[in-house]
């Protein structure tokens, strides 16, 4: 991951909604790189996903914007990921 990049992770969003859907809401907060929405579900069992965006300033406090977006009566709850891939793969190694 380009150190330009910071990946959050996103879920509680409407089952009907899609990548295309997400990346119209998220492109509001910044330039995107990448929206995707995993087939499986978290531990919950509702949907999540992720964004990457470019040259995000302060992390903490979009953190904070992003995680206060309601879709309809739909609170999203949105966070920093915790995880990258890089650091996925090298520990997979």
């Not at 330009?4 to 992770?9: A, G, K, L, V, Y």
């Not at 909604?17 to 995107?32: S, T």
């Not at 979009?62 to 949105?78: F, T």
Request: charged share 30%; hydrophobic share 35%.
């Amino acid at each position: 991951m380009n150190n330009n990049e910071t990946t959050f992770f996103f879920s509680n969003f409407p089952n009907n909604f899609e990548e295309y859907d997400m990346w119209k809401i998220f492109q509001r907060w910044g330039r995107l790189k990448e929206v995707f929405i995993s087939r499986g579900l978290d531990r919950k069992g509702r949907r999540f996903g992720f964004i990457r965006l470019w040259n995000v300033k302060h992390k903490g406090q979009l953190e904070s914007e992003l995680d206060a977006i309601r879709i309809g009566n739909i609170k999203m709850q949105v966070n920093i990921a915790r995880f990258s891939k890089e650091k996925e793969k090298s520990t997979q190694a």
